[in-house]
């Protein structure tokens, strides 16, 4: 049996076991959803232990990413909170001709080299907390992906995404002004409104069993009230759990579940000061970096400042991590004894534990150059008691948490999925108790969420998708093999694709085949080309050694003009070197990023300028070779005193002559490559504005 935090995983949960392997040997985007209790977050946790691809995980609000284990998205791609739209300026790779505005994605996002390396080397990405993410903000991390991965034309630039939530929970954190603006292009504010998930529909999975509740009448009431179906009948029976005369203290810990922050900071105050032992404040405490909201006040699992006494009633806030499992996550219990660094919390079941001191982490992702991987590194801890006080809390904090006693306030519900939240939220139809009752009007479904989960994919597809994700998984992992010439592998990866799909006699797998190949011979050919030239650079040089050998009689004035030369052809040759590898660079940039073209159009011309240089500097040095012959030819009598000096001229000539052969050859290439340029700038030129703006290079 796997155990994940003291969770052991449930071998024969088919929907479980499906999203591992897609994750696993696929690059299929990913939804990830289930009702309350089925194990959403189970799977993050074991997705995160498991996974061997570099991995971030991102969470839309503070709490969510400590608890998820990872960074808010806005943290990670530096994002601002307002929406963006549409072709929005601050996204495109260029500005257009003639505008003056010069805000580009560069500028919008000005990431350190860290974080494009990150970026760049990032195979899986994990967003929790789906549900609450804008459809805007998903386009741009589609966006951000695509620009700095430099591969346009892949959704996420070809990072595996995978979504986890439940839509039909919590709603997008989006306000009455930010959705004015946004609505004008999008559907609806969810995540599935977004273009990049409209245009690549994501592997729609629902993990199916529920391990919060075991009684099927209770079950199916929830499944009734998440898609608003429940009838008037099942609604006056579920409104027979509203009792008003109730008590919340009673010997079960019942927790109040409420809509607002008001109502559980009133009742919590109130029943605390009706405790008549003394108050026992204990201090946390934040080191280094930690999450700050609006205010500038720390984004805290719990008060910073916990104030207790005896009898309040509290909350656990983190699992045992312990042999015996003692407590776990949202367990009610009451406060037995308080020392200065001691609490002991008693239990409806009259069990007592000494509960310790706990750390929360804020992590970033660094880049660890020698493992080449992404890795985690902690960036700031607050360190205090896993407690917080729990006679109420609000139905957006109780997400997922479990309650075996819970009295609901819901009479005032104004969001999407509230009532469906809280009421899931316990164990038990027994153990539910209505400080309000629910009026029809409060049981919400967003329509939207309805229709989108209708495009659930059918589980007699799933093994189908799951096939042809690891074959789509396996053939570009040939791609990349065969790139960096690892035929060995490639074999092995185009054995394991076959199993899955053979794409041997398909029209695209012909298409790839026959360009591959013909890349392979022309780089054979292109070799022997060298060779050849190769050999008459060989013969010419040993003609010119012949001849230089007759004409030993240079003098040290020679010599020293020799010198001079060869220094000024060694500056020449190695700015040959930087402006070819300028021109690559430029030739690079020409394929992805239209915004360069008149860039390069003056860099192609100051090339040609310095060519035209290079072609007068060798004739230069062509007369100069001609007039030291000629001047070799009135020094003979002086051979015999400049013996010695000749011996190392013929060496240093000899040199000089192979340094002009290959200056030439160079200057040829960069003619070549100038022309591939000229032409280049012009197919660019021609490409329609309408081209242009879908992105076409």
Same mark, same amino acid.
């Given at each position: 049996m796997t155990t994940i935090e003291n969770i052991d995983l449930d071998k024969n949960n088919v929907e479980f076991n499906n999203a591992s392997e897609f994750v696993k040997h696929t690059d299929k985007l990913i939804y990830l959803t289930g009702k309350a209790g089925t194990g959403k977050t189970t799977f993050l946790k074991s997705l995160k232990n498991n996974t061997t691809k570099n991995a971030v995980i991102?969470?839309?609000?503070?709490? %969510? %990413? +400590?608890?998820?284990?990872?960074?808010?998205?806005?943290?990670? $791609?530096?994002?601002?909170?307002?929406?963006?739209?549409?072709?929005?300026?601050?996204?495109?790779?260029?500005?257009?001709?003639?505008?003056? =505005?010069?805000?580009?994605?560069?500028?919008?996002? @000005?990431? *350190?080299?860290?974080?494009?390396?990150?970026?760049?080397?990032?195979?899986?990405?994990? +967003?929790?907390?789906?549900s609450m993410v804008r459809c805007d903000t998903l386009d741009v991390i589609d966006k951000i992906l695509r620009v700095f991965r430099q591969k346009p034309f892949l959704p996420f630039g070809g990072v595996q995404v995978i979504l986890i939530g439940d839509t039909f929970q919590l709603p997008p954190i989006a306000d009455f002004a930010q959705w004015e603006i946004l609505k004008n292009y999008y559907e609806s504010p969810f995540f599935f409104s977004s273009k990049v998930v409209i245009e690549n529909k994501p592997v729609y999975i629902e993990l199916k069993k529920i391990y919060r509740q075991k009684e099927q009448e209770f079950i199916d009431l929830l499944n009734k009230i998440r898609v608003n179906q429940i009838n008037d009948l099942e609604l006056n029976d579920l409104n027979k759990k509203y009792n008003p005369t109730f008590s919340s203290n009673g010997i079960n810990n019942h927790i109040i579940l409420s809509t607002t922050n008001a109502q559980v900071n009133q009742t919590n105050a109130t029943k605390l000061d009706e405790i008549k032992s003394e108050t026992k404040i204990f201090e946390g405490k934040v080191t280094g970096i930690f999450p700050k909201d609006s205010k500038g006040s720390f984004v805290l699992p719990t008060e910073q400042n916990l104030h207790l006494k005896v009898g309040a009633q509290i909350m656990i806030l983190k699992n045992d991590s312990g042999e015996f499992k003692r407590y776990f996550n949202g367990r009610i219990g009451k406060v037995l004894s308080l020392e200065d660094d001691k609490i002991i919390v008693e239990f409806s079941d009259e069990s007592k534990v000494q509960v310790e001191k706990t750390s929360w982490n804020n992590i970033q992702y660094v880049w660890n150059k020698e493992k080449r991987k992404i890795e985690e590194t902690t960036i700031g801890t607050f360190t205090q008691y896993p407690l917080r006080l729990a006679w109420a809390i609000t139905v957006h904090k109780s997400q997922g948490l479990t309650f075996e006693h819970v009295y609901a306030d819901l009479g005032n519900a104004f969001e999407d999925g509230q009532v469906y939240v809280a009421l899931s939220r316990c164990t038990s139809l027994s153990g539910l108790v209505l400080k309000s009752q629910i009026p029809r009007n409060k049981i919400r479904t967003n329509n939207n969420v309805i229709e989108f989960a209708k495009t659930e994919?059918?589980?007699?597809?799933?093994?189908?998708?799951?096939?042809?994700?690891?074959?789509?998984? $396996?053939?570009?992992? +040939?791609?990349?093999?065969? @790139?960096?010439?690892?035929?060995?592998?490639?074999?092995? &990866?185009?054995?394991?694709?076959? /199993? $899955?799909?053979?794409?041997?006699?398909?029209?695209?797998? /012909?298409?790839?085949?026959?360009?591959?190949?013909?890349?392979?011979?022309?780089?054979?050919?292109?070799?022997?080309?060298?060779?050849?030239?190769?050999?008459?650079?060989?013969?010419?040089?040993?003609?010119?050694?012949?001849?230089?050998?007759?004409?030993?009689?240079?003098?040290?004035? $020679?010599?020293?003009?020799?010198?001079?030369?060869?220094?000024?052809?060694?500056?020449?040759?190695? @700015?040959?070197?930087?402006?070819?590898?300028?021109?690559?660079?430029?030739?690079?940039?020409? /394929?992805?990023?239209?915004?360069?073209? +008149?860039?390069?159009?003056?860099?192609?011309? @100051?090339?040609?300028? =310095?060519?035209?240089?290079?072609?007068?500097?060798?004739?230069?040095?062509?007369? *100069? /070779? &001609?007039e030291l012959k000629k001047i070799k030819e009135t020094k003979v009598l002086e051979i015999n005193l400049l013996n010695k000096e000749n011996i190392k001229l013929e060496n240093k000539i000899s040199n000089f002559e192979n340094e002009i052969i290959g200056l030439k050859t160079k200057q040829n290439i960069l003619e070549d490559i100038n022309r591939k340029n000229e032409i280049e700038i012009e197919r660019q030129k021609n490409l329609k504005w309408y081209q242009k703006l879908v992105g076409k290079k």
């Amino acid at each position: 049996m796997t155990t994940i935090e003291n969770i052991d995983l449930d071998k024969n949960n088919v929907e479980f076991n499906n999203a591992s392997e897609f994750v696993k040997h696929t690059d299929k985007l990913i939804y990830l959803t289930g009702k309350a209790g089925t194990g959403k977050t189970t799977f993050l946790k074991s997705l995160k232990n498991n996974t061997t691809k570099n991995a971030v995980i991102l969470a839309p609000t503070g709490v %969510a %990413a +400590i608890n998820a284990g990872g960074q808010t998205i806005h943290s990670f $791609f530096h994002l601002p909170f307002g929406p963006f739209v549409v072709n929005d300026k601050r996204l495109r790779s260029s500005k257009e001709l003639g505008d003056l =505005e010069d805000t580009t994605i560069y500028s919008t996002f @000005k990431y *350190k080299e860290e974080k494009k390396i990150i970026i760049k080397q990032l195979e899986l990405l994990i +967003i929790d907390e789906i549900s609450m993410v804008r459809c805007d903000t998903l386009d741009v991390i589609d966006k951000i992906l695509r620009v700095f991965r430099q591969k346009p034309f892949l959704p996420f630039g070809g990072v595996q995404v995978i979504l986890i939530g439940d839509t039909f929970q919590l709603p997008p954190i989006a306000d009455f002004a930010q959705w004015e603006i946004l609505k004008n292009y999008y559907e609806s504010p969810f995540f599935f409104s977004s273009k990049v998930v409209i245009e690549n529909k994501p592997v729609y999975i629902e993990l199916k069993k529920i391990y919060r509740q075991k009684e099927q009448e209770f079950i199916d009431l929830l499944n009734k009230i998440r898609v608003n179906q429940i009838n008037d009948l099942e609604l006056n029976d579920l409104n027979k759990k509203y009792n008003p005369t109730f008590s919340s203290n009673g010997i079960n810990n019942h927790i109040i579940l409420s809509t607002t922050n008001a109502q559980v900071n009133q009742t919590n105050a109130t029943k605390l000061d009706e405790i008549k032992s003394e108050t026992k404040i204990f201090e946390g405490k934040v080191t280094g970096i930690f999450p700050k909201d609006s205010k500038g006040s720390f984004v805290l699992p719990t008060e910073q400042n916990l104030h207790l006494k005896v009898g309040a009633q509290i909350m656990i806030l983190k699992n045992d991590s312990g042999e015996f499992k003692r407590y776990f996550n949202g367990r009610i219990g009451k406060v037995l004894s308080l020392e200065d660094d001691k609490i002991i919390v008693e239990f409806s079941d009259e069990s007592k534990v000494q509960v310790e001191k706990t750390s929360w982490n804020n992590i970033q992702y660094v880049w660890n150059k020698e493992k080449r991987k992404i890795e985690e590194t902690t960036i700031g801890t607050f360190t205090q008691y896993p407690l917080r006080l729990a006679w109420a809390i609000t139905v957006h904090k109780s997400q997922g948490l479990t309650f075996e006693h819970v009295y609901a306030d819901l009479g005032n519900a104004f969001e999407d999925g509230q009532v469906y939240v809280a009421l899931s939220r316990c164990t038990s139809l027994s153990g539910l108790v209505l400080k309000s009752q629910i009026p029809r009007n409060k049981i919400r479904t967003n329509n939207n969420v309805i229709e989108f989960a209708k495009t659930e994919t059918p589980s007699t597809l799933i093994v189908q998708e799951l096939n042809s994700g690891k074959a789509d998984y $396996f053939y570009r992992r +040939i791609r990349e093999d065969i @790139k960096t010439l690892n035929f060995n592998e490639a074999y092995n &990866n185009f054995i394991k694709a076959l /199993k $899955f799909r053979n794409d041997i006699e398909t029209e695209i797998f /012909k298409k790839y085949f026959v360009t591959t190949a013909s890349k392979f011979v022309s780089y054979k050919s292109k070799q022997q080309f060298l060779f050849t030239d190769y050999q008459v650079i060989k013969s010419e040089k040993e003609e010119i050694k012949a001849k230089l050998l007759i004409n030993e009689n240079e003098n040290i004035e $020679f010599e020293s003009k020799i010198e001079e030369q060869n220094r000024g052809l060694k500056i020449l040759l190695e @700015k040959t070197r930087d402006h070819e590898k300028l021109l690559e660079n430029e030739l690079h940039k020409t /394929k992805k990023l239209n915004s360069e073209i +008149i860039q390069l159009k003056s860099e192609n011309e @100051k090339y040609k300028s =310095e060519n035209l240089t290079y072609k007068t500097e060798i004739q230069h040095l062509e007369n *100069k /070779k &001609n007039e030291l012959k000629k001047i070799k030819e009135t020094k003979v009598l002086e051979i015999n005193l400049l013996n010695k000096e000749n011996i190392k001229l013929e060496n240093k000539i000899s040199n000089f002559e192979n340094e002009i052969i290959g200056l030439k050859t160079k200057q040829n290439i960069l003619e070549d490559i100038n022309r591939k340029n000229e032409i280049e700038i012009e197919r660019q030129k021609n490409l329609k504005w309408y081209q242009k703006l879908v992105g076409k290079k």
